[in-house]
């Protein structure tokens, strides 16, 4: 396991973290340190670092920026009442990094070093850990493609970088129901595109629908199958399931539904309790 060097922040650029009760909203607020590994073809993942939040430099010829090269993940760490921290299956979520890296054909991860290097940020981010109910600290592990170049090609070079957040509930109407828009204008994936991986592209292609749902007065799209625009997939920011008389019913893994952490624990649960 490589060591992580951690580079002090100096005091004075500290930022005040939210007061307890304040309504944190979601990805507003960001803490004081980054995780960043640099990747370069034929050395492998290397640097690693804790260094201070600030502006990542960038070539404007960056690959990122111009093809697309881009996958990340969104997981969260809960302060449990006795005052300790907890995360939920983060291997999972560097597993399936790896698995929308692949896709777009970025390097894979080492993930128990991925997951260690969430852990020694969020320990010496610990303070920032919201106790209020509903609440909890956001983690944002993103890897772009960071090789200056035009053409269409696959990098050479990759940054991987972890971001911290104290959030609370995703919608602004906090955790009451959500409405619901579906969608039978646009589509979101079809078989053999980009519908599971967790990428850049998947978020853009679904502003328009979003930004005509909210005119609507609706907080999210439901997706539908890209050939027969009536079989249900996804929502913008969850997987869906549906409980029919007695039974639990979701999408099946097909390639065009991200293979959610949540999706999965709710179906282990389900099983277990012979539904």
Not at 169 to 177: K, N, R
Not at 226 to 252: C, H, M, Q, W
């Amino acid at each position: 396991m490589k060591e992580i060097p951690i580079i002090q922040a100096a005091p004075e650029v500290l930022k005040k973290k939210p007061e307890p009760g304040q309504q944190l909203g979601f990805g507003k607020i960001f803490t004081d340190y980054l995780f960043l590994l640099d990747y370069q073809k034929g050395k492998g993942w290397i640097n690693p670092r804790i260094e201070p939040y600030r502006p990542i430099p960038m070539d404007p010829a960056a690959l990122v920026l111009h093809y697309g090269q881009e996958v990340f993940e969104g997981l969260k760490a809960y302060r449990w009442p006795n005052g300790d921290t907890y995360l939920f299956r983060p291997r999972n979520n560097f597993e399936r990094m790896n698995r929308s890296a692949r896709r777009l054909c970025m390097p894979d991860l080492d993930v128990d070093f991925a997951v260690e290097a969430a852990k020694k940020l969020i320990r010496l981010e610990k303070d920032w850990v919201p106790s209020m109910p509903g609440s909890s600290l956001y983690i944002r592990p993103n890897m772009i493609a960071n090789e200056p170049a035009l053409g269409v090609q696959v990098s050479d070079q990759y940054l991987f970088y972890i971001m911290l957040g104290p959030v609370g509930a995703y919608y602004p109407q906090g955790f009451s129901p959500t409405q619901i828009y579906v969608s039978e204008k646009y589509i979101r994936a079809a078989q053999g595109g980009l519908g599971e991986a967790k990428t850049l592209a998947n978020y853009a292609h679904s502003l328009l629908a979003q930004e005509e749902a909210h005119e609507e007065g609706y907080n999210q799209v439901l997706w539908l199958d890209a050939i027969e625009r009536k079989y249900v997939e996804e929502v913008g920011t969850s997987n869906i399931f549906f409980y029919v008389g007695d039974e639990l019913v979701t999408p099946p893994l097909a390639g065009t539904i991200l293979p959610g952490i949540t999706r999965d624990s709710v179906l282990q649960l389900a099983r277990s309790w012979e539904m």
